[in-house]
């Protein structure tokens, strides 16, 4: 009788688990949108952060159904989810409706996992707040004065290199991110991190574990999923080692500065300020919130710079003659600026700038904006209804290399950021750090580490293919950002 009745029990169990997996793959059919057919456990993202990347089920989607409507569904583990492939629509999403889709739905929690309560996944008010704060700590002056410090370092990457005798195959990522890495660190932390002499100091290893030590993407996109029940479960993004590690760092600096009384230009210093004196109003910052917002910026800033600087020296490399042409730019600017690196001689290089978001159209290295719908929403134009709750993505890879908006786009062609040839587009062609108000709010830092490295190099340097550098870029699964699956190697020739 007993295993009847255990029998029975089992089967009614599954019964009910077949009838909810039944149920919640059937919400986008009743909404009216189209989708591909899911399959158990992953809807219609099988083999991601292994086989795929977010890119390649976005690409398959987008090619399917964006001539057909604005908007498709995309069902991800057992969540319905959508895809924007209409920049209208895009536009109204990120900009126009923004207090529809204020949030972005990723994972956070101070308590179970406090490196993720960063300005990029916290909500509502208190993301209003939190951006409020930051803002002035990005600011025109403030830039001027990292972009020092920021020189100085570059110099260290250039004696380094010019140091090493074998300059045939140079693997260059590494190079850039150590370079990176002790901006970040000084910037960010006001401390010195001495990656660029040793690429196995400690936070050059932290910053590695962040992307390597686990599938990140599949991590994170679970996380965002599933974020109600991994906030019970009191499931983590980051290993407590690397989370332990990066707390304890910006405790104890804080205690020695206060300490000391010591101020510095730096990022934490201003995170320092807001923590003690607060602002009228608003609530001051924790430690654990400060640490959240410095270590944001770190593995924002070091990974997606040295990702962009790395894959602008691949299509030079590639395109020796846009690379001459670069270089010349460089120096009849420094020229006229007593030969020297500027910040005012940075901003006078226009062929650089049009480099630079070349490679952000190609590669860039957020692939996808996701914001969520905090309620119902109807679709301009369509009689569909996103309902309140889940993810919406803009999918920022396949529209900057979508040949309707950009002919050849598999052609590396700086001249289509000309003002003229920018005025001709859609404004919503070319979104590398997204837009409307949560755009990153530290690109212009980005863009300008990315600009002092590709100076310093190529006024250097001229750079060259080699054997092992690879054909075509293919896109690593596990990374949550654009990056390559194999390191990539150029030759570095002494001017």
């Not at 591909?36 to 991601?48: A, H």
């Not at 057909?68 to 126009?96: C, E, R, W």
């Not at 962009?308 to 120096?331: C, P």
């Not at 919406?392 to 590396?412: A, L, S």
Request: overall charge positive; proline content about 5%; some cysteine.
């Amino acid at each position: 009788m007993l295993p009847q009745i255990l029998l029975s029990i089992l089967l009614i169990i599954i019964t009910c688990c077949v009838y909810y997996v039944r149920k919640k793959y059937s919400q986008l059919e009743k909404l009216g949108f189209m989708h591909e057919k899911p399959k158990f456990p992953f809807g219609n993202v099988q083999g991601i952060g292994k086989k795929y990347h977010l890119v390649d089920i976005l690409r398959r989607t987008y090619k399917k159904f964006s001539s057909d409507s604005p908007i498709h569904g995309l069902y991800m583990f057992l969540s319905a989810n959508f895809v924007v492939t209409d920049l209208d629509l895009a536009k109204d999403i990120l900009i126009k409706d923004f207090d529809t889709f204020h949030n972005r739905g990723l994972y956070h929690s101070i308590e179970n996992d406090p490196l993720t309560n960063d300005l990029t996944r916290i909500e509502d008010q208190e993301w209003r707040n939190m951006r409020h704060k930051l803002t002035p700590t990005f600011t025109s002056g403030k830039m001027k004065i990292m972009f020092s410090t920021i020189l100085e370092l570059s110099h260290h990457m250039l004696n380094k290199l010019k140091a090493n005798e074998n300059l045939d195959n140079v693997e260059i990522k590494e190079v850039i991110a150590s370079f990176m890495t002790d901006v970040i660190g000084n910037v960010a932390f006001g401390l010195e991190m001495n990656a660029i002499e040793d690429p196995d100091s400690k936070f050059r290893v932290m910053g590695r574990k962040i992307f390597t030590s686990q599938n990140f993407l599949l991590n994170l996109l679970f996380l965002a999923n599933f974020k109600s029940l991994a906030i019970k479960l009191k499931l983590r993004q980051f290993p407590t080692d690397l989370s332990d590690f990066f707390l304890g760092v910006v405790r104890e600096t804080i205690e020695y500065r206060l300490k000391n009384n010591i101020e510095r230009n730096d990022v934490l210093n201003s995170l320092m300020k807001i923590g003690t004196e607060g602002r009228k109003g608003e609530d001051k910052l924790s430690t654990d919130e400060i640490a959240a917002q410095c270590f944001a910026f770190f593995i924002g800033g070091f990974e997606t710079s040295s990702t962009t600087t790395t894959f602008t020296l691949y299509h030079l490399v590639q395109n020796t003659e846009l690379q001459e042409k670069l270089r010349d730019e460089i120096k009849a600017v420094l020229s006229r600026h007593d030969n020297k690196v500027t910040y005012e001689a940075m901003q006078d290089m226009k062929y650089l700038d049009m480099v630079i978001n070349e490679t952000l159209r190609m590669c860039p290295p957020g692939t996808a904006a996701i914001r969520q719908a905090s309620k119902n929403y109807k679709v301009p134009k369509t009689s569909l209804e996103i309902p309140k709750g889940p993810l919406v993505i803009v999918p920022i890879y396949m529209i900057h290399n979508d040949p309707k908006y950009h002919p050849k786009p598999e052609q590396f062609n700086p001249e289509r950021f000309t003002p003229e040839n920018k005025a001709k587009r859609h404004p919503m062609a070319f979104i590398p750090f997204g837009d409307g108000p949560r755009i990153c709010i530290g690109n212009r830092f980005a863009v300008m580490q990315t600009k002092i490295a590709l100076i310093q190099l190529l006024t250097s340097f001229r750079a060259y293919k080699t054997s092992k550098t690879p054909d075509k870029i293919v896109i690593d699964p596990k990374s949550s950002i654009l990056n390559s699956v194999v390191p990539i190697f150029i030759r570095l020739e002494e001017l």
